[in-house]
């Protein structure tokens, strides 16, 4: 296989690049444009850099995120199919623009973080049982 040309994942740049290109696909996105802009009428002036801190956390190990985002999330009427479809985009994101070890690190925490969400997100079968 010849080496990717791309580079790989490593700076502050290299996330605010990921992060305005991801969303960028998000508002091209059917599924997920109404979701962002029409349900939850997200100031993406506020966003992008609440994103921008996140992820600079998540790959970087800067810290600077100070959020909760599960419950950004609770009431949002998404499903696994939305879930799929934010993890396809995120993934065709960073492959169009990196490649390496820190664009595949990128890659699996979005998809374990997304199947976390998900899971906390789905009705608990044991809550019929009562506390
Ligand atoms: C279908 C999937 C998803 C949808 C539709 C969605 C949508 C949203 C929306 C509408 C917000 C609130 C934004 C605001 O009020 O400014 C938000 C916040 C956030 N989302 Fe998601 N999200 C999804 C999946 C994910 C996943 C998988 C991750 C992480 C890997 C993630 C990370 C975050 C974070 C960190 C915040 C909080 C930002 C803050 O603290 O202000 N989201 N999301």
């Known amino acids: 296989m010849l080496a990717s040309s791309l580079p790989d994942l490593e700076n502050e740049a290299d996330i605010v690049r990921l992060v305005d290109a991801f969303y960028g696909r998000v508002n091209a996105d059917e599924l997920l444009r109404p979701i962002f802009n029409d349900v939850a009428r997200v100031d993406w002036a506020t966003h992008l850099p609440a994103m921008y801190d996140f992820w600079s956390s998540v790959l970087l190990g800067t810290s600077r995120y100070k959020g909760r985002p599960m419950a950004k999330h609770f009431p949002l009427p998404i499903d ?25 690190e990128a890659k699996v925490k979005a998809q374990n973080i997304g199947a976390m969400f998900e899971h906390r997100m789905r009705p608990n079968p044991l809550s019929l049982l009562g506390s």
């Open 80 to 104: 696994a199919a939305h879930f799929r479809q934010w993890l396809a985009l995120f993934q065709a994101t960073v492959d169009a623009l990196f490649a390496g070890p820190k664009a595949e």
